[in-house]
């Protein structure tokens, strides 16, 4: 019975990540009007399986990391009841934010859920050093990386198209690129690269997030990790399905206009940081990666809303604290029970 609540507690975890993170690799396609809401979300939800099914073979360490090894003593990790109060602290903080249209990070949530849980089980010999080196650190250095890396690349990718002498015309809702790279129309050009980065950055997202839920089945052995990915896959796909919209509104419209050229640049920044991330065990969040790059951006441009990012922040700020507090509270009373 407490594996089959395991199961299912991964499961609403892994429907509130897909609900709250499926849509952000291809915000800027809704944003810039290159594709419509229906067509973006069926196109992120293909490529999010796609990367939750490379991740079988690719995300080994994050599947380790986000068991808990190393931050609580190995005993602990074989406890159901840890697993469980991980899981499902860290699905209502998902879940509570894709209600209110915040993008937050599943990644933080299951970094605060795995400290609340934690401090209450084993108090001081929780690894605190370990939490802020391999966990806390890459968090914070993300999303100010995505930043100034997409400030850069889309400065260089401004000055190059002076050079090839393209011109920006705008439209009733964005603006088009008018020209010809080496022949080819330079807007259907680029809404095809823009189409590409967004599956890119989708994958991406699969591929970092996917492990990170399966680890809290595979600690007690409960599944085999080729049947956990695939059950999290598919509860991802729904939630994402069913659950999308008003995140999904805040990220395309809300941090800052963009144009299908912006939104290139945003995607491509965000898809290489976070597949880098993930081949090399880091646990950086999409959502932080993501919002980053797009306000890099919007602060190039000019055109950020200060207040809406603002709020994004704030929302990440309590994050962490919220997921511990239901995950900490929920360890203590199944242990009570």
């Known amino acids: 019975m407490i594996l089959v609540l395991l199961f299912?507690?991964?499961?609403?975890?892994?429907?509130?990540?897909?609900?709250?993170?499926?849509?952000?690799?291809?915000a800027t396609l809704f944003g810039s009007g290159t594709l419509n809401y229906k067509k973006a979300i069926?196109?992120?939800?293909?490529?999010?399986?796609?990367?939750?099914?490379?991740?079988?073979?690719?995300?080994?360490?994050?599947?380790?990391?986000?068991?808990?090894?190393?931050?609580?003593?190995?005993?602990?990790?074989?406890?159901?009841?840890f697993a469980i109060s991980i899981?499902?602290?860290?699905?209502?903080?998902?879940?509570?934010?894709?209600?209110?249209?915040?993008?937050?990070?599943?990644?933080?949530?299951?970094?605060?859920?795995?400290?609340?849980?934690?401090?209450?089980a084993v108090g001081t010999a929780f690894n605190f050093g370990k939490l802020g080196s391999t966990f806390l650190m890459p968090l914070i250095v993300s999303p100010l990386m995505a930043a100034v890396v997409s400030s850069i690349v889309y400065l260089i990718f401004r000055k190059l198209r002076t050079v090839l002498g393209l011109k920006k015309e705008p439209n009733e809702d964005t603006e088009s690129y008018k020209g010809k790279i080496l022949g080819v129309n330079a807007q259907?050009?680029?809404?095809?690269?823009?189409?590409?980065?967004?599956?890119?950055?989708s994958f991406a997202r699969g591929l970092?997030?996917?492990?990170?839920?399966?680890?809290?089945?595979?600690?007690?052995?409960?599944?085999?990790?080729?049947?956990g990915m695939l059950a999290v896959a598919i509860a991802m796909a729904i939630g994402g399905l069913l659950n999308a919209k008003k995140v999904g509104e805040m990220m395309s419209k809300k941090i800052?206009?963009?144009?299908?050229?912006?939104?290139?640049t945003a995607n491509l920044v965000t898809g290489l940081l976070v597949t880098t991330a993930s081949i090399h065990?880091?646990?950086?969040?999409?959502?932080?990666?993501?919002?980053g790059s797009i306000f890099g951006i919007g602060t190039v441009t000019k055109k950020a809303d200060l207040k809406v990012v603002r709020n994004i922040l704030l929302s990440w700020l309590l994050t962490l604290p919220i997921a511990a507090f239901f995950s900490g509270l929920l360890y203590f009373i199944l242990i009570k029970l």
């Open 8 to 26: 299912i507690a991964a499961c609403f975890l892994a429907y509130s990540n897909g609900a709250n993170d499926n849509f952000k690799g291809v």
């Open 42 to 81: 069926i196109w992120a939800t293909a490529t999010t399986l796609a990367g939750s099914v490379a991740a079988i073979f690719l995300a080994q360490t994050l599947v380790k990391n986000f068991s808990g090894k190393g931050l609580v003593p190995d005993t602990l990790i074989q406890s159901p009841e």
């Open 87 to 120: 899981a499902i602290g860290a699905a209502i903080t998902v879940f509570i934010a894709t209600k209110i249209g915040m993008p937050i990070s599943t990644t933080h949530s299951l970094v605060g859920a795995l400290f609340g849980s934690g401090v209450v």
């Open 188 to 201: 259907k050009l680029l809404d095809g690269a823009h189409y590409i980065s967004a599956g890119i950055v």
């Open 208 to 227: 970092n997030d996917t492990p990170k839920i399966v680890g809290l089945l595979l600690v007690i052995n409960a599944m085999d990790i080729k049947w």
């Open 256 to 264: 800052t206009p963009m144009n299908s050229g912006q939104g290139f």
């Open 281 to 291: 065990g880091m646990p950086v969040s999409t959502t932080h990666v993501s919002v």
